[in-house]
């Protein structure tokens, strides 16, 4: 770090040096906080808008809380860059993402000041609570905040953790701050926007609401139950605070949270506070980088860029598979009028960009939330729709219940497009779809594929969607061989294989888009090669047929070794007593953390490298 750039900043590299400056310096020190972030994430690229929006936030937080023994968990972690620059790793911090170097999200290994693992969304609340009743419980008086942003806080698990809080006696001492920003990746959606945003800002109203609050005293005494109780339906019509007093929380706010005095001020009166306390801020994702600002959507996440320029457009190149998804929707759609397309809160990310645009009335955000967003699908295929659920295999684990209890034990139609299955590389083990073949396989009156390129991506699709039943297509993130996908709406037959290459007495089985690391090893054996396109159900016939001359078999997949398609093939040969020599390369019984995608697949040894060296080994 320039010390003369940020003359403050570099010298608290931990709070505790952070808390012996006066408060009249914080400002200058968020000032270069954000300055360093920007500089930081234009050269390595990272999550950018969420932790611009909370840097004043992440200031106070550390300045006036004795972290890391109180403790500080911040929801999804998008956030945290800050966080991780004031927390001993600043000048580690352009390593982010990169093999052995800082992680993405939180992690507790990293850092005594990382409180809670996270990467995935609306976890926070749970987790401090739980941390605070233990805390309470031993008569510990450490105190818990948890930060929530208002796309997070969309999510059912949010909404259980608040119930939970707000119900309990004694009280939990710990404090929600709900970071309200009107974004998660994309705009947020939903009722409970619609009411965040019903925002009071009148000096004269604000004036009585907190007028309102000194007359109660007592909260226990009859008459200010009664004042209270009315003081809380009255402002309920002005500002979003109603439904959060209700669930037992005091709420403050809403106020805002780039005012650095303001916000010291509010929190250090929830310290002072006992019981569930919500502080509501408003913040801008993006905040002092007007490009960001203006475009909280492209900025959320960035490759390296020249912040006196922005982000450049790239140029085309091959088309990912997530943009094979996008356009064969559209097709789908043009064809077939019962279509309906579902994402919880990942238009971007899912590729549905296009669809919401030209099919707006069969576009379906549910925000965050998976579980509603699978059960959903679920009713409307009870109606005669035709649902396609778009979702990361990361992702697909949190409506787990759903997949199982709601669609595949009715057998309904749906489709689920699972997208960033396998490895996905910098954003490590919390966004990893390592596990999806093992939890799908094993549920009755599932159909599920593994396209090896652009091109089976597309015929898979249009496979799984005429099929009358659950199917799923999971496809890795990132752009595949570079085969044309095409413009039909071909179909494939269920179950059947495709054998790419006829060899002797090595069999290489491939489930999905390692078949592309395989082929050349193939090829150097003399092996017979098959793309098995289908985990469930598996090509019999072919496996029988293969089963006669070749003695020796290699499963390949970017999933779990354990109970993956591997595993589907093993369990098949043993019940029909076939005595096949079978290798299974997949994915490790651990998680790999965070590097890029090639350099992770090299280390499972499901490259064409490793894909060799293990055949090789077990058959010298």
């Not at 590389?425 to 009156?445: E, M, V, W, Y």
């Not at 005595?579 to 040894?605: I, M």
Request: proline share 6%; aromatic share 8%.
């Amino acid at each position: 770090m320039d010390r003369e750039r940020y003359p403050l900043l570099s010298r608290i590299p931990t709070p505790d040096l952070l808390r012996q400056l006066p408060e009249s310096e914080l400002p200058k020190v968020a000032e270069e906080l954000r300055a360093y972030l920007i500089e930081t994430v234009s050269q390595v690229g990272g999550h950018f808008g969420a932790g611009l929006g909370v840097v004043e936030l992440t200031v106070a937080l550390h300045y006036l809380y004795e972290t890391p023994a109180d403790r500080l968990v911040w929801d999804v972690g998008h956030q945290c860059y800050p966080h991780k620059i004031l927390t001993g790793r600043a000048e580690t911090i352009h390593t982010v993402k990169k093999k052995d170097g800082v992680a993405p999200f939180p992690r507790r290994e990293e850092s005594p000041y990382d409180t809670f693992g996270v990467g995935h969304s609306s976890t926070s609340i749970s987790a401090a609570l739980g941390m605070a009743v233990a805390a309470q419980r031993d008569g510990d008086g450490r105190q818990f905040v948890a930060v929530i942003g208002d796309g997070a806080l969309t999510a059912g698990m949010a909404f259980e953790a608040l119930n939970h809080a707000g119900g309990m006696e004694p009280e939990p001492d710990f404090l929600v701050i709900l970071n309200d920003n009107q974004m998660s990746i994309s705009e947020n959606v939903g009722g409970l926007t619609k009411m965040l945003g019903r925002v009071m800002t009148s000096r004269t109203l604000n004036a009585v609401r907190e007028g309102g609050k000194k007359i109660l005293g007592d909260k226990n005494k009859p008459a200010a139950k009664f004042v209270r109780r009315w003081e809380e339906h009255w402002k309920g019509m002005f500002v979003p605070s109603t439904l959060f007093e209700e669930m037992g929380f005091h709420y403050n706010g809403p106020i805002d949270g780039h005012d650095l005095p303001a916000l010291l001020q509010a929190l250090k009166t929830a310290k002072t506070l006992k019981g569930p306390q919500l502080l509501h801020v408003i913040t801008t994702k993006g905040k002092g980088y007007e490009l960001a600002e203006g475009d909280q959507i492209e900025y959320h996440a960035v490759s390296p860029f020249d912040p006196n320029v922005g982000v450049q457009k790239k140029g085309p190149g091959k088309p990912t598979y997530t943009s094979v998804f996008g356009d064969w929707l559209c097709d789908m759609a043009a064809a077939d009028q019962k279509l309906m397309g579902i994402t919880p809160a990942m238009r971007e990310g899912s590729g549905l960009v296009r669809f919401s645009q030209e099919y707006p009335l069969r576009y379906f955000d549910t925000a965050i939330a998976e579980q509603h967003a699978v059960t959903f699908a679920a009713g409307l295929a009870c109606e005669g729709a035709k649902p396609v659920v778009a979702i990361y295999s990361s992702f697909l684990q949190r409506a787990y219940d759903q997949l199982i209890h709601d669609v595949a034990l009715q057998n309904l139609d749906v489709l689920f497009a699972i997208d960033r299955a396998g490895l996905v590389g910098p954003d490590g083990a919390t966004h990893a779809g390592s596990f999806d073949l093992s939890f799908l396989r094993c549920i009755p009156n599932m159909v599920i594929m593994a396209p090896s390129d652009e091109r089976e991506c597309r015929l898979m699709l249009s496979t799984g969607y005429r099929h009358p039943g659950p199917a799923a297509v999971r496809y890795p993130r990132g752009s595949g061989t570079g085969v044309a996908a095409g413009e039909d709406l071909a179909t494939i037959e269920i179950g059947k294989a495709r054998t790419v290459r006829q060899g002797r007495g090595l069999a290489i089985l491939c489930f999905g888009s390692p078949l592309a690391a395989a082929q050349p090893v193939a090829e150097e054996l003399d092996a017979t090669l098959v793309d098995m396109r289908f985990v469930k159900p598996l090509d019999e016939t072919l496996l029988a047929e293969l089963a006669k001359d070749h003695g020796r078999f290699v499963t390949v997949e970017d999933n779990a070794v354990m109970g993956g398609a591997g595993s589907a093939v093993s369990e098949w040969f043993r019940a029909r007593r076939i005595d096949a020599d079978l290798l299974q390369l997949g994915l490790p019984d651990r998680y790999q953390e965070h590097a890029s995608r090639e350099e992770l697949l090299a280390e499972a040894g499901i490259d064409q490298a490793g894909i060799r060296a293990a055949i090789a080994a077990r058959w010298p």
